[in-house]
């Protein structure tokens, strides 16, 4: 199972950290997706980091304020958040296939709880 940590509160404006861990082994090797839901929406996509480093965002629109890279020793994924904004309140989950390319949006087998992102003034 995954773990998210890194969600609070905060300003319009201001950035996020927000890791993703899998107690007892190694992300490193494995592609990562990062996505967020708002309670009764559907859940969104937001981007993957292959095994490979290599990302790919599902929206066009969330190129430029997420970015996100793995810790040096390859132990969690970070998902980068900047310039938030009011509609960027959701829970945020990662979640792997345990495969080292990116799988398609659906194809996520492995999921974290989440962490709660609340962006407000």
């Known amino acids: 199972q995954l773990v998210e940590s890194g969600g609070d509160l905060a300003q319009p404006g201001g950035s996020l950290r927000l890791s993703c861990a899998a107690p007892?082994?190694?992300?490193?090797?494995?592609?990562v997706g990062w996505f967020r839901q708002v309670p009764g929406k559907e859940r969104e996509g937001i981007l993957c980091?292959?095994?490979?480093?290599?990302?790919?965002y599902y929206k066009e629109t969330m190129k430029g304020r997420f970015t996100v890279s793995r810790d040096s020793n390859e132990s969690t994924v970070v998902l980068q958040v900047n310039s938030l904004k009011l509609e960027d309140t959701a829970v945020y989950h990662c979640?792997?296939?345990?495969?080292?390319?990116?799988?398609?949006?659906?194809?996520?087998?492995?999921w974290g709880r989440g962490t709660q992102v609340t962006v407000s003034s």
């Open positions: 979640a792997t296939d345990l495969g080292d390319l990116c799988p398609d949006l659906y194809d996520f087998d492995y």
């Open positions: 007892g082994f190694t992300l490193g090797n494995y592609a």
């Open positions: 980091i292959s095994g490979h480093n290599v990302v790919t």
